[in-house]
């Protein structure tokens, strides 16, 4: 089946030290999507990738990075995890950039910063 | 600006009662309306999108909701529930062209036998 794939589910680091999230699509979807999600909250876009063109959110800070190699895979930077990032990451992807397009959403990565 | 909200942080129902989870919206232009529905420590699954036409639109497992434009609601309705319907339930809406999502805040539906 197509599907959105994040590694790994649980995710643990030390405060400071660089952590990198993974997310992998076989949709072949043009755009995918990085969100920071905290305990049931709405999820809060990071931002997004429509192809290679890389556009971020105003309000997301500079420590988070991130990578789009290829269309199916996109990576998710910390540079230098606080406490305050600790939260579940959501990867998504959707057809096009288009209102009407629904977003297909990867299972999530928690993450713990100790 | 556009917007959606959710009245209702959590609503109750029991297994086979009517479960209705509300949202209305605040839209410029005609309005793409989306639910999703999440389960513990899962992502987010899409259930169901207005875009045009029948103001009733059917969705996955058994959902369905309504497009009231007078009432510029869009609330989301299954005729029986289960407890397997027990999650956190979402309405979005698209606040720019790019298709970025605006969530409500969420409502949490807990359905006992």
């Known amino acids: 089946d197509a599907m959105v794939i994040q590694n790994p589910r649980y995710q643990v680091t030390q405060f400071g030290k660089p952590v990198t999230l993974s997310c992998s699509q076989t949709l072949n979807h043009n755009v995918m999507y990085w969100y920071q999600q905290k305990s049931s909250q709405a999820p809060k876009l990071l931002f997004h990738?429509?192809?290679?063109?890389?556009?971020n959110e105003a309000d997301t800070p500079d420590n988070f990075q991130s990578r789009r190699p290829n269309t199916s895979f996109c990576f998710l930077d910390i540079r230098s995890p606080g406490l305050g990032d600790a939260a579940m990451y959501l990867c998504?992807?959707?057809?096009?950039?288009?209102?009407?397009?629904?977003?297909?959403f990867g299972p999530g990565t928690r993450l713990t910063v100790l | 600006a556009q917007s959606v909200a959710q009245p209702e942080d959590q609503v109750n129902v029991a297994e086979g009662n009517p479960l209705t989870v509300k949202c209305t919206y605040s839209v410029s232009g005609n309005p793409y309306l989306f639910w999703y529905v999440q389960y513990p420590n899962r992502g987010l699954q899409f259930l169901l999108k207005y875009i045009t036409g029948d103001n009733l639109v059917k969705g996955s497992y058994g959902f369905e909701a309504e497009f009231n434009k007078s009432q510029t609601s869009f609330h989301l309705k299954k005729p029986s529930a289960l407890v397997s319907d027990s999650a956190l339930y979402f309405c979005a809406a698209p606040f720019d062209s790019w298709g970025k999502l605006q969530f409500g805040a969420g409502t949490q539906v807990v359905v006992t036998p």
């Open positions: 998504a992807t959707s057809r096009a950039r288009e209102g009407y397009n629904e977003q297909f």
């Open positions: 990738y429509y192809d290679k063109d890389f556009n």
